[in-house]
C-alpha cells in the first residue's frame, strides 16, 4: 500500500514562494504517474501537474510558467515548487499517485493513492 504525505504548505504573500514535498514510502508500479492537485474552499479538486515516469510533465494553464513538479527517485519524494503566488492559488494541495503512465493527466479518476493534503493560503 503506497502512503503519501505533503508537506511544505503555509501563508505566503501574493508574489511569494513556496515549496511543496510529498513524501512517498515506496516506488512502484503504482507510483508511475504522480500528479499534484488543489481545492479551494467550496469548489472541486482540480488537477494542477502531473509527471510520469517518462519524464512527461503536464500542468494545468493556470499555473503554467510559474510552478514546476519534480521528483527526486533518490529521496523518495516528489516536489512543486510554486513561485508568484497569486491569492487565487490558494487551497488544500493533495499529491497522489496511479501506475497509468500512458494516462498521466490532470483528471482525477484515475489516480488511486492521495495524500492527506497541506493548506497553502496566499494573501493579497
Known amino acids: 500500500q503506497v502512503q503519501l504525505v505533503e508537506s511544505g504548505g503555509g501563508s505566503v504573500q501574493a508574489g511569494g514562494s513556496l515549496r511543496l514535498s510529498c513524501a512517498i514510502s515506496e516506488y512502484t508500479y503504482s507510483t508511475r504517474c504522480m500528479g499534484w492537485f488543489r481545492q479551494a474552499p467550496g469548489k472541486g479538486r482540480e488537477g494542477v501537474a502531473s509527471?510520469?515516469?517518462?519524464?512527461?510533465?503536464r500542468y494545468w494553464y493556470s499555473i503554467k510558467d510559474r510552478f514546476t513538479i519534480s521528483q527526486d527517485n533518490a529521496k523518495n519524494t516528489l516536489y512543486l515548487q510554486m513561485n508568484s503566488l497569486k491569492p487565487e492559488d490558494t487551497g488544500m494541495y493533495y499529491c497522489?499517485?496511479?501506475?497509468?503512465?500512458?494516462?498521466?493527466?490532470?483528471?482525477?479518476?484515475?489516480?488511486?493513492?492521495w495524500g492527506q493534503g497541506t493548506q497553502v493560503t496566499v494573501s493579497s
Open positions: 509527471i510520469g515516469s517518462d519524464g512527461i510533465t
Open positions: 497522489a499517485a496511479h501506475p497509468w503512465v500512458d494516462w498521466c493527466d490532470l483528471g482525477t479518476g484515475r489516480y488511486k493513492y
